[in-house]
């Protein structure tokens, strides 16, 4: 199953596929079980996801896996990736997701989290603790000093395997210890500490193996790996098959071992945690002086005392343990009694020798191994000691991995011990699981079927129970005075546990039974299953048997690792020895589990199974698990349950009415919530605080419901947001602007106000100016009259005259009336000066005419001003003027007598004047004989040519009439050099007729111009007044 977290379009479609694979090969979680009490349908599930590689399946928030035994690639950092911030029921199951579920359980609850991983031996719980810490250390927010801690974290792994791992019949990697490992968080999720307990190491290991199993792993490392200048120094052979400790189980090695590799990386990780060269030496000469201890032989002397017969090892093991030789060997084979107050040595006999020596190197071993979890710890701590430190801001999350039920041909001390670990756990997670789960519902106030279960709690009173629990028979006959014994034990067992439902012996079985347990064996029937111990070495083991005069001797070693496990005080101190290491354990155990475990989040089961799916075995081990048990308590409870506020919190999006926010109780919210969801009344119940969802399908379709609403809720936080962000960027870009704006006002205002307070400047200056423009120059009045000055010559610049014709000119300031003057005549001039060189001879010509003919008539003649704007031409004849070049006209000529008008063309050349009648002259008047020249006032066109006419030939004056009079005087005056004189008569005009005779013609004003004969022998010529 891939999530595909990409392309936010396909989120839907995944989750649909996520679904459907959900149920894809058999049910991801046992909840889904249609037939949920049948052990086969479970049994068939595995098998069919077992057969698919899905090894993980869930039980609620339980995780069952199988074993493998081969690797799947399904622990990529990619995986990993997968994992992180996604809902448990999201994607298929996995161990990242329970790790990564705790790790936000964590973190959003700030409460502490157990992982808790059990199961049989080679189950698979080492595999799987570490995985969780690398996903820990890989998803993590990690810093670089926090990262020195990662590493340390991981390196103490090969370290404690090392030591304290095995190859056993079922795994080749078997936990020989049970181990509680703490990672302690900061408030941002990053790990910054770590603490690891230890329990039960199985000691008997180092003295004596089963067939086919290994002493822990550490020796072979050193054999095989140690380089030779280090073997020889610890006085060692690189051959397993020399030490007597390492050929017990004759299996010297292992095909899936590689002990040198192995060795290189212990050396490595020592160095990572942080051990000293010092120690790391002192470490492997203890590990050298137990195999030397192995080798060391008893026999008899000569005086048929025992003693020790192998003298090279003696030496080595004072050299290596940094104790007197001697004292050593006294120790190995004597011991000290006290009896009645005083001390007495006593020689060991062949046995108790061996035992004595057996039992150093088991307590050598054991207490080193505790020194190094003590090491490692150091160097995992977090300033102070978690359990110490004040976990205000921190939280942990603890694994535990202790070994799993344990069930050989022939079961010990050890065995015991280990079983009745198990049992606590079962109890405690039939406390955690099943127990709470009805006292939740109860507290919620939920009606539910209490479901039967096996409570193993008889099984650990049977063990623990004061006074007449197993142990405390132990105990009290270790401790009775007289020759106590193992039988003596079985005995007394039988005597005060005998018909008790879980304990059976051979004397207290019936005839059917009996033959399943032997003698000296002592059947439990644990919740698990039965199991046959025997009770041989139970006194001995349980005592822990170390002599106190050898306990002596190594409490003097100079060896810094040895002074530091056996205290001096343990042999000062009078006290009775605690001899039943057991009790301690467990008591240890389980108030350690239960002062840490605030909240159990998830056990682990994995189930064992070779490659092939061995259904024996498997359906062996949902028994002993009680996998079915808890089926049947998840299936009759609910599999979902949540804090209203939580479920509230998470789904509120899913209904309008709780859609933002709800204002109401929460109770009240969720019950809307999940009416509007359509959930049946079936599929959920609520309780006080908390909703529980019955089936997790209703959950996985909400889920999905949710998924598919998501896209809306980002795009609607995203427009929010952008919205915000937009207009936190409009906001400052608006402040900007009023900023720049008030900016440029302010300025454009003060230029404004600058530019008046200069005008007012210049305006007061300028009325004080005019106050003052009468007086002298003075302060007051030079702005005023030089702007007077000034404007006045700038007006003139600007607006000069334009034409000659012009007068106008401007009004000069007093100061400049002179100047004005002067400008007004230069101007005037310059104008006339470009005037007249502009002008062309025919205009002068004519300019020339109007100025003789304006001397002549200007305020003279009616018909003046009307002649002004009209040309005058060259002639009025045009052929006579093409041809003569001389002044044609048409003119009526009137007879002196009679006044008869006749036509004439008046011809004027340079000297005379003539009057032509049908081209032939009718009569010539030089200039020089012309007297003068009479017109009327009035607008006539009649004029009279004054010519002497002493001269009878010659003609007297001449009356004409022509329409254009001030042409025909003016050319006539200007040919005859204006020496003719010209007379203005208002209402009559005498002309000579003849010698002495005169002709008068009148003239009077009248509407239009009449030309006739009055009574009086006068020509009466009426004209009309043009001009008033
Ligand atoms: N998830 C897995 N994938 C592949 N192989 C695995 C897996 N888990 C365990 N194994 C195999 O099973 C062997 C035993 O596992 P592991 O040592 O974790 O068992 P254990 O439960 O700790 O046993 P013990 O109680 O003896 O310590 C491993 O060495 C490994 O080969
Ligand atoms: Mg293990």
């Known amino acids: 199953c891939v999530l595909d977290l990409g392309g936010e379009g396909r989120v839907h ?112 719980k080492t595999e799987v603790s570490k995985k969780i810490l690398q996903y820990y ?5 990690v810093t670089d000093h926090l990262s020195t801690l990662r590493d340390r974290l991981l390196q103490s792994n090969p370290v404690l395997e090392a030591f304290g791992n095995a190859k056993t019949l079922r795994n080749d990697n078997s936990s020989r210890f049970g181990k509680y490992m703490d990672v302690q968080f900061d408030f941002r999720g990053a790990p910054i500490g770590g603490h690891i307990l230890n329990y039960l190491l199985e000691k008997s290991r180092v003295v004596h193996q089963n067939h086919g199993e290994r002493n822990f792993h550490i020796f072979y490392q050193l054999l095989e790996g140690g380089e030779q200048d280090l073997l020889s120094k610890l006085g060692l052979e690189r051959n397993a098959q020399k030490y007597q400790y390492l050929v017990k189980g004759c299996c010297p090695r292992v095909s899936s071992i590689n002990d040198k590799n192995d060795w290189r990386t212990v050396r490595k990780a020592l160095t990572v945690i942080g051990f000293h060269e010092d120690e790391v030496e002192d470490l492997l000469n203890i590990i050298a002086s137990v195999l030397h201890l192995g080798n060391t032989q008893f026999g008899e002397g000569k005086n048929g005392e025992n003693q020790i017969t192998t003298e090279p090892q003696l030496k080595y093991l004072s050299k290596l343990l940094g104790v007197d030789g001697a004292a050593l060997r006294e120790a190995l084979t004597h011991k000290k009694i006290t009896a009645k107050g005083e001390e007495m040595i006593s020689p060991l006999s062949f046995e108790q020798a061996v035992a004595a020596r057996d039992a150093l190197a088991k307590a050598v071993y054991g207490r080193t191994f505790t020194w190094l979890v003590v090491k490692i710890n150091q160097s995992l701590a977090f300033k102070d000691d978690v359990y110490n430190s004040s976990k205000g801001s921190s939280s942990v999350i603890g694994l535990l991995d202790i070994y799993g039920f344990e069930v050989f041909q ?29 006292e939740e519902y109860e507290a919620e106030g939920i009606t539910w079927e209490p479901v039967k279960y096996f409570d193993n709690k008889i099984i650990c009173d049977l063990v623990e129970g004061k006074h007449k629990g197993l142990i405390s028979i132990l105990d009290e006959e270790c401790l009775r005075p007289g020759e106590p014994s193992d039988i ?127 259904e024996a075995l498997v359906r062996h081990q949902v028994k002993y698990l009680g996998l079915m ?28 009415r709780t859609w933002p926010n709800w204002q109401g109780r929460l109770a009240d919210g969720v019950a809307t919530l999940v009416q509007h969801l359509g959930y049946k009344p079936e599929e959920y119940k609520l309780g006080k605080t908390k909703i529980f969802i019955r089936f997790p399908k209703t959950l996985f379709s909400t889920e999905d419901s949710l998924e598919a609403r998501r896209p809306a809720l980002v795009l609607t936080l995203q ?294 004969k009055c009574k009086k022998g006068h020509l009466l010529v009426t004209a009309p007044k043009l001009n008033p």
């Open 488 to 614: 003596s034990f079985l005995e007394k067992l039988e005597d005060t546990l005998g018909g008790h439902a879980h304990f059976v012996t051979h004397k207290l079985s019936n005839g059917k039974t009996r033959k399943a347990v032997s003698r000296e064996e002592f059947k439990l029937i644990h919740y698990a299953g039965e199991v046959n111990y025997s009770v041989n070495g139970f006194l001995d083991k349980n005592k822990d048997l170390l002599y106190r005069n050898l306990k002596e001797v190594i409490c003097q070693s100079n060896c810094q690792v040895l002074s530091q496990c056996f205290h001096r005080e343990e042999v000062t101190d009078q006290k009775r020895p605690e001899t039943v290491r057991y009790t301690h354990t467990h008591t240890h155990t389980h108030t350690h589990t239960h002062s840490l475990i605030c909240h159990l989040s998830v056990i682990i089961h994995p189930v064992k199974s070779i490659r092939r799916f061995d």
């Open 719 to 1012: 427009t929010s947001w952008r919205g915000y962000r937009e207009r936190a960027k409009y906001l400052r870009i608006r402040q900007a602007v009023i900023v720049i704006q008030s900016a440029w006002r302010g300025m454009i205002s003060r230029q404004k106000a600058r530019r008046r307070r200069h005008a007012v400047d210049i305006i007061r200056k300028f009325i004080k100016g005019f106050i003052y423009r009468h007086y002298e120059r003075c302060p007051e009045n030079e702005y005023f009259l030089d702007h007077q000055r000034f404007s006045f010559l700038m007006m003139l610049f600007r607006n000069p005259p334009k034409s000659v014709l012009d007068k106008s000119w401007p009004i000069p300031p007093p100061c400049l009336t002179e100047a004005s003057e002067h400008l007004c005549r230069l101007c005037m001039r310059n104008m006339m000066r470009a005037y007249c060189r502009r002008i062309q001879p025919e205009w002068k010509k004519q300019m020339e005419q109007k100025v003789v003919a304006s001397q002549i008539f200007k305020d003279q003649k009616d018909s003046y001003p009307q002649s002004v704007p009209k040309l005058f031409v060259a002639s009025r004849l045009s052929r006579v003027h093409s041809l003569t070049q001389c002044y044609g006209i048409a003119v009526t000529k009137y007879d002196r007598r009679g006044y008869k008008a006749r036509p004439r063309q008046l011809l004027l050349t340079s000297s005379f004047a003539m009057l032509v009648a049908e081209a032939k002259l009718k009569q010539r008047i030089d200039y020089a004989t012309l007297r003068s020249i009479s017109v009327s006032s009035l607008s006539d066109g009649f004029m009279v040519l004054h010519v002497p006419s002493e001269d009878n030939k010659q003609k007297s004056d001449v009356v004409l009439q022509c329409d254009h009079l001030i042409e025909v005087v003016t050319k006539l005056a200007t040919m005859a050099d204006k020496k003719i004189k010209v007379n203005m008569s208002q209402d009559s005009i005498t002309f000579a007729v003849a010698r002495g005779k005169e002709g008068v013609i009148d003239f009077t004003s009248g509407p239009e111009l009449k030309v006739a």
């Open 137 to 141: 250390a890989t998803t993590c927010p």
């Open 629 to 656: 048990e808890n089926l049947r308590v998840r299936r009759a409870g609910f599999a979902y349950r949540r804090h209203y506020e939580t479920f509230l919190q998470r789904y509120k999006s899913l209904c309008p």
């Open 13 to 124: 479609l995944v989750m649909e596929s996520t679904l459907t694979a959900r149920d894809r090969v058999g049910v991801q979680d046992f909840v889904l079980l249609e037939n949920y009490t049948s052990e086969a349908a479970f049994i068939e599930n595995l098998r069919r996801r077992f057969g698919e590689n899905l090894i993980y399946t869930y039980i609620g928030s339980v995780l069952v896996s199988v074993n493998p035994n081969k690797d799947l690639e399904i622990y990529s950092k990619a995986h990993m990736e997968r994992y992180r911030g996604v809902s448990f029921y999201e994607i298929s199951p996995h161990i990242y997701a329970v790790s990564d579920n705790t790790y936000r359980a964590m973190r959003t609850e700030r409460r502490d989290q157990c992982i808790l991983i059990s199961g049989e031996s080679g189950a698979g």
């Open 410 to 438: 022939h079961n010990s001390f050890e065995q015991f011990c280990i079983n009745y670990c198990n049992e606590k756990l079962q109890q405690l997670f039939i406390e955690l699981t099943l127990k709470s789960e009805q």
